[in-house]
Nanobody, 126 residues
Framework: QVQLVESGGGLVQAGGSLRLSCAAS????????MGWFRQAPGKEREFVAT????????YYADSVKGRFTISRDNAKNTVYLQMNSLKPEDTAVYYC???????????????????WGQGTQVTVSS
């Protein structure tokens, strides 16, 4: 069992930045690929970014490419999502997710992840 706790959400003006953190506990963090997803009101949960267990491979949704950066610190059991140049359409609840794996492929489907955090709200005002 893996427990995930997100933090760092909040209210920011368009063009601003936020850094989300997701702290993991319960299992060996480096055995897991990590992902960030988001869900806006009335919309389906959508993929944002993913990072391999080693941190050597990352993949982003087109909507955030060039603005968001996913990273991880396996010594701290934490994955991050640095969000720059935020837009009102980035407003959503952001979730981190974990999938146990030994390869470096990118996982973009929410059904591919085993564990989820409770989410953190990000609101971008225009």
């Amino acid at each position: 069992q893996v427990q995930l706790v997100e933090s760092g959400g909040g209210l920011v003006q368009a063009g601003g930045s936020l850094r989300l953190s997701c702290a993991a506990s319960g299992r060996t963090f480096s055995n897991y690929a990590m992902g960030w997803f988001r869900q806006a009101p009335g919309k389906e949960r959508e993929f944002v970014a993913t990072i391999s267990w080693s941190g050597g491979s990352t993949y982003y949704a087109d909507s955030v490419k060039g603005r968001f950066t996913i990273s991880r610190d396996n010594a701290k059991n934490t994955v991050y999502l640095q969000m720059n140049s935020l837009k009102p359409e980035d407003t959503a609840v952001y979730y981190c997710a974990a999938r146990r794996t030994s390869n470096s492929r990118s996982y973009t489907g929410f059904h591919e992840y085993d564990y989820w955090g409770q989410g953190t709200q990000v609101t971008v005002s225009s």
